[in-house]
């Protein structure tokens, strides 16, 4: 009975909006994608393509979830899109999360990912997830620094960089990643570390400031 009362919920306005906005009828239909009441449609001008083996419903959620550390019910997501976002599968986008992805950005989400609450991505050119990725909450993702920096010659020397994060990543909390981290599979960044470069090791565990190698030869488990 609970699971149907959950169910029922979620089927609101900005659900029906969301999916018949986005995307062809045929997969509309089954509303895969559910948006909880609490998120802000910002921006909604840009594209989503659901590259998934199966589309069901509820696929993907944003903005549901409940951390113990935050009060979910004053919790507002935001949904900031001008640009392109896909999906490989299943999605959670905890509450209190911001996605936005500029007019020319690319936001990919790997298949089974997953944010906690309080997190944000910003892609102003291309940030990539693997599949099967964790990231908990007060995390600041982006491949841009949005203001120009130039040189004498007038040449901008802090143009937005890709971000590649792989498989199997967990991600602590408030941890800063910026443009041109690349992290590789089976990788945990311990919490409040920041990273802007490339994270080389498979089965690494990386924390710091810079951040850098702790330990070879992991692995981890929700």
């Known amino acids: ?12 306005f900005k659900t029906f909006y969301f999916n018949f906005k986005y995307l062809p009828l045929k997969q509309a239909v ?14 909604s001008s840009g594209k989503i393509i659901i590259d998934a083996i199966a589309i069901r419903t509820g696929l993907i959620q944003f903005g549901y979830g409940e951390v113990g550390i935050f009060d979910n019910k004053k919790s507002r997501s935001i949904w900031d899109v001008s640009g ?4 490989k599968g299943i999605c959670r986008i905890g509450h209190g999360s911001k996605i ?3 007019k020319n950005g690319k936001l990919t989400l790997g298949n089974n990912f997953v944010i906690s609450a309080e997190t944000s991505i910003v892609s102003h050119m291309e940030i990539v ?23 004498k010659q007038e040449n901008i020397i802090n143009a937005p960089k890709p971000i590649i ?5 967990w991600v602590g909390c ?3 990643i910026l443009k041109g981290t690349i992290i590789a599979n089976h990788s945990v960044i311990g919490a409040n570390s920041i990273v802007s470069k490339s994270l080389e090791y498979s089965h690494g565990l990386y924390a710091g400031n810079p ?4 330990k070879e030869n992991i692995s981890w488990e929700e």
């Open 165 to 169: 994060i792989g498989e199997n990543v």
């Open 211 to 214: 951040c850098k190698l702790i």
């Open 174 to 176: 408030r941890c800063l």
């Open 30 to 43: 089954k509303l895969p994608i559910f948006i909880s009441r609490k998120v802000y449609l910002k921006n």
């Open 1 to 12: 009975m609970k699971r149907f009362l959950n169910f029922v919920l979620k089927i609101n």
């Open 84 to 87: 392109i976002v896909i999906f």
């Open 100 to 102: 936005s992805v500029g």
């Open 129 to 151: 997830f693997g599949n099967n990725c964790l990231l908990s909450w007060d995390i600041l993702i982006m491949d841009t620094d949005f203001h120009k920096i130039k040189d």
